[in-house]
């Protein structure tokens, strides 16, 4: 069973179940006292074919009371998800994901994975706090990021099932491409043989305003604490970094995420 809070979360787990009756009825929403924001969610579930409940808070606090601490403030209203959820819905098999993009390259046309002139990839390598995870989610689904590659000895349920990703996302871990794969580094070479170029985020690296990114391009992110691991870092084609100016030594994975993600989009746009 997986409780979500936070208008934003529930909102699109609601989204990702329009159409789906067999997954609506998974889904139950309860809540008290609703204001202007609560009822327009529940229009919408009910819409869905969701259940709504009529509760109140000491029920609400029970059904998140053993969330993370940052998850447990519901206002007012609380979505709980039994059975397989639809994950499957943007939780792609990557050797699959891939060979659809090279068929839809090769064709010249565009369709839902990829074009031939825009795809980008974001690898996260081991990134382990769940807020940064989510922000950067967000930064992900905004600049149009075609797939995010994770590692499996994080766990998917690190992202699939994780309430505090999904609230700090805005709900776009529900619609972002993810593929967990076994092996980041044999997952980059297969991109690389399909044509992608790999930029690898670490200071020292060229300035992102000095450089130019291809087309196709996967962007790695290294860990909080570490950086790239050492065999990603010697299949980058090139280590890109931002101009800072402050006193510490680096921004948050998060927000450097989002700074570069922005700089392959307006580049990309610019063409």
């Known amino acids: 069973m997986q409780i979500f809070t936070g208008f934003h979360a529930v909102e699109e787990n609601l989204k990702s179940v329009s159409g789906k009756k067999n997954l609506a009825e998974q889904m139950q929403i309860f809540y008290c006292n609703p204001g202007p924001r609560v009822k327009k969610i529940l229009e919408q579930a ?16 029970a059904l998140v009371k053993n969330l993370p601490q940052g998850a447990r403030d519901h206002r007012g209203i609380v979505l709980q998800i039994s059975g397989e959820n639809s994950r499957a819905e943007n939780f792609v098999e990557f050797d699959l994901w891939l060979e659809e993009f090279i068929a839809a390259s090769e064709a010249n046309e565009e369709n839902e994975i990829a074009s031939k002139k825009c795809a980008t990839v974001l690898v996260l390598d081991s990134i382990t706090d769940v807020h940064n995870v989510g922000a950067i989610l967000r930064s992900a689904d905004q600049f149009g ?28 871990s529900n619609w972002v491409k993810i593929a967990i794969v076994p092996n980041l580094v044999r997952s980059v070479q297969k991109l690389k043989q399909a044509g992608f170029w790999v930029y690898g985020a670490d200071a020292g690296g060229t300035q992102i305003q000095d450089g130019t990114f291809a087309e196709n391009c996967v962007l790695i992110m290294g860990s909080e604490g570490n950086g790239i691991s050492r065999l990603l870092r010697e299949e980058c084609d090139s280590i890109v970094s931002i101009p800072t100016c402050g006193r510490i030594d680096s921004l948050n994975v998060s927000v450097a995420t989002g700074i570069l993600l922005y700089e392959i989009f307006r580049q990309k746009n610019l063409r």
Do not use: W
């Open 46 to 61: 009910a819409s869905f074919g969701v259940k709504c409940n009529s509760t109140d808070k000491k029920n609400l606090d």
């Open 145 to 172: 990021v075609a797939l995010v590659l994770v590692p499996s000895h994080r766990g998917a349920a690190d992202i699939s099932q994780n309430e505090i990703v999904a609230r700090t996302s805005a709900g776009a």
